[in-house]
């Protein structure tokens, strides 16, 4: 589990295709605190630790987890959002974050509003009944607060530490984002389903 409040941006400094997609990314965190096998969500997304270095750590990514993320796109040299597993204890400052992404969304339009800059993305429809007004969403593992909902369109302000120590500083228009929706929106619509 995860709270969606990253902290390190890392860097996918080699990938290699054999039967998984394989990939190293460098890092600030003391790798030397990190176990073969701990859980570190990248972009949102839940990976597998299998080897380390003195600032690096590698994951294996399955193609069903590259068909429903945005991870298919990485490049050598990308900026990647990272965000170690909670511990129990741990300050719970954004919302409860699986590392399990429900799809990718896409930045559709970004508006300077002061030093914040609001964002539209553009869900896929299965999953924009899911999101709310006010609910949380995590965006390319970063947990976020929904502003407004038009359709499959919805809106996010990002503060200006947001876009600083995060990948949100380098995002543009027609970027595809890893969407993991709200935990408790899921159960709730499921209940409504079934008492209907």
Not at 66 to 76: A, C, H, I
Not at 120 to 142: C, D, Q, R, W, Y
Not at 157 to 168: F, G, L, Q, S, Y
């Amino acid at each position: 589990m995860f709270t969606g409040i990253i902290t390190d941006v890392g860097e996918i400094v080699a990938l290699e295709q054999r039967g998984d997609l394989k990939a190293r990314i460098k890092t600030a965190y003391d790798t030397k605190g990190i176990e073969l096998g701990a859980s570190i969500a990248s972009d949102g997304v839940c990976l597998t630790v299998i080897a380390l270095g003195d600032d690096w750590y590698d994951v294996e990514i399955s193609a069903e987890t590259v068909s429903k993320t945005n991870l298919g796109d990485w490049r050598e040299g990308r900026p990647v959002n990272l965000e170690r597993a909670l511990k129990v204890g741990d300050e719970l400052g954004g919302h409860i974050v699986s590392g399990h992404v429900d799809g990718v969304a896409e930045i559709v339009a970004m508006k300077d509003e002061g030093d914040s800059t609001r964002f539209t993305f553009k869900a896929p429809e299965s999953l924009a009944k899911f999101i709310a007004s006010k609910g949380s969403v995590a965006l390319n593992g970063t947990s976020l607060t929904v502003n407004e909902v038009d359709g499959c369109d919805f809106g996010v302000n990002i503060i200006p530490h947001t876009k600083e120590v995060t990948t949100w500083g380098h995002a543009k228009v027609g970027d595809k984002i890893n969407l993991e929706i709200d935990t408790l929106a899921r159960y709730v619509a499921r209940l409504a389903e079934m008492g209907s």
